[in-house]
């Protein structure tokens, strides 16, 4: 018995109609699509109201292995990933996403390895489509033609090339791909579950007609089989976001709401002036950091009138941009502003010069520097990069002119100093912290 289209109309809630006595059966899929930064796969409870919808896609989990009449077939958890980043990078990501969101379910919900599939899509290149295909984004046409007919990737001068993805970059001067980037990606990077799932009725009692009573034959061709997608039956009310604190906890800790990425370093300049030092820089979101760093060195040889004393800080803020700094964090081309305070003591045999107050602390008409610096970060290890700074700015202060004579130092005169051209200077080795803060692979190839 063949149905109309109109039919449909007549089951949104997918009741399925059958004979007396035969069993009937429809497939019912569940879907749930959770959120993610750009470059991260851990899994943020109150991003998009991840957690919201992902409470309520677990209960209703509960309800269908709950329900004697339905059965549970498979679970298929596929991550997907925005195109930033380079074709084996992102299938590693998208792969660590569905993992993510697969290890956060079987803490609130038992789930035996049969019973799940973990599917690593890559870049969500068929949901990158969907969009040029349903905007009227500058150069749409021929976006489109790279997508349909441009290989993903290409082997060349004997490495695979990311061809469709260099294709988007460069096509009219990036303008095309930044509007993505701006406007599409953000959707892409997802991970998806469905489940599946067998719902079982039971047959109806057949009643055996009394006699005089007219009998209705049942045919096999009115057995109805239905595909139909519960999720439409998920009130669709506007959802009130769920502070990250305020997420069930009774079964296992909630991962914390925002990953945490930062890094320690040394300047490598300042070890080869023997000035001990160490910094610590701050990832705030968004490309954005924050850093510290102190120095000091107290050396001294009185006997042959040599001092190299100088101690002080720095704080930085720091914008990073760029492709490496899409595919992760700390990493890339960045520019920023800088803030110095320190004091010295340098003599080398002869002519001496006080930074500051002779004998006196840091705060004691201390010398100071600001400006703007440009750097980038290579990665060289698993855990380390290599990160190149130089700063322009303007240095000022106070500070004394001394010789030394007779065993005694001898005050000539004192200066104020203007000093208006590099006043910083780096090449500093990058040690990586925070859960996901590493490179793929040693050399940067990601």
Known sequence: MKIDKWIWLLFPLCVCHAGYGQERKSADTLNLRVHFRQGYSLFEPALNENGVRLDRFIGRLRELRADTTRRIESLTFEGVASPEGNTAMNRRLSARR???????????????????RVVSLGVDWEGLTALVEASRMPYRDEVLHILHHTPERTFRAGKNVDDRKRRLETLCGGRAWRYM???????????????????????????????GDTVIPVHRDSIVSVQCDTSSLVPREPVVPVPCDTVRTSDVAVPPCKPFYMALKINLLYDAALVPNIGAEFYAGRGWTVGGSWMYAWWSSDRRHRYWRIYGGELTLRKYFGRRAA???????????????????????GRG?????????????????????????????????????????????????????DGHYVWKETKQRHW????????????????????EKKGGVR
């Open 98 to 116: 569905a993992e993510n969101i697969l290890a956060y379910i079987r803490t609130r919900l038992e789930l035996p390895d049969s019973l799940v």
């Open 181 to 211: 980037y701006e406007r599409f990606f953000p959707e892409l990077r997802s991970s998806d579950v469905r489940a599946v799932c067998r719902v079982v009725y039971r047959p109806e009692p057949v009643v055996r007609p009394e006699a």
């Open 327 to 349: 595919e992760k964090p700390l990493t890339g081309h960045h520019l920023g502003l800088y803030g110095q305070l320190f004091t010295y003591d340098f003599e080398l045999g």
């Open 353 to 405: 010069y006080i930074g500051g107050k002779p004998g006196g602390t840091l705060w004691d008409r201390m010398n100071y520097a600001a400006g703007a610096e440009y750097g980038y970060s290579l990665p060289i290890a698993r855990r380390l990069n290599l990160d190149f700074t130089l700063g322009i700015g303007y240095w000022g202060g106070e500070y004394k002119v001394y010789d030394p004579e």
């Open 420 to 439: 208006f051209g590099p006043t910083k200077a780096e090449i500093s080795l990058v040690w990586l912290l925070g859960r996901g803060n590493r490179n």
